[in-house]
């Protein structure tokens, strides 16, 4: 794994990284990114493609059993101390605040493992607490925070430092819609402050809201790596419809009468109820066609969704299953 730094602008990262051979399998199997300084680059893909793998190589966390790594010039073998001063690092599932400590005793804390200078340890402390609007919370225990809360107090932790690389794993899992939303302004924001971030997601709409480009990533390899316009006009369609259709059969003759008018991308049968994605140009003259479809076939339409493409519509197109396989 490598990330170079070119002039002042550009962040080459160069993934090459694999679990202990022990484990018999490739966690991380050849990963080529190149993330400009000042974006927000997203890793998409299912649990256990290996995103989180790639973050804690990153992150100086993991050792990769072959190849390279650097950050901004700098190999992290060598001086993994080095790149943690020069980065930051929220990665999911992690309990590391203490709950019984208020959030600027933590931060505190934090700071000093971080070598924050003494006199300056007050002032960056309240300025990665305003970033994350917990600076009027500063002295209440963490303990009595909300989840949301604590998410965006490790945001704040991993800030400290004022590091140019911010790596955020799965930040906005176990989260409500409404403390999500919160934490991705919050990013958004890091961008605005010439920050680059690194973040990995299995959530499409999250990847496509926050990310200037996406990799999709699956079984520790890269797929397609693009913006999530360009990506999603892979998809030679204009539209997704979805059905839910009730079989008296195994559905092959409902599929095949279906496949005429639209791209049957996915099919999933359960209970007597056939599920299909179809991409088509136009949901007006697709749908119709598929209730005719249906009843020659002797089944059911049972409902009907059109949405939009999607990046999972990418993923399924690309993997044949759906991302939360």
Known sequence: MKVFERGRRTFWQRL???PDRRERFHAVDGIDLRVERGEIFGLLGPNGAGKTTTMKMLATLLIPTSGTISVLGIDVLARPRDVRARLGAMLSGERSLYWKLTARENLEYFAALYHVPPRQTRARIDDALTSVKLLDRADDYVERYSTGMRQRLALARALLPDPPLVILDEPTVGLDPQAARDLRTRVRELRSQGRTVLLTTHYMEEADQLCDRVAIIDH????????????KRTIRAEEVVRLEIGLADDGAAVLERLGRSATVARS??????????AHCASARDFVPAAFDAARSAGATIHHVEVVPVTLEDVFISL???????
């Open 16 to 18: 090459r990284g694999e």
């Open 268 to 277: 999933e049968r359960h209970n007597g109820t056939l599920a299909v994605t």
């Open 319 to 325: 993997t044949g299953r759906a991302l939360r396989e």
């Open 220 to 231: 520790g390899r890269i797929v397609a790596l693009d913006t999530p316009g360009a990506l």
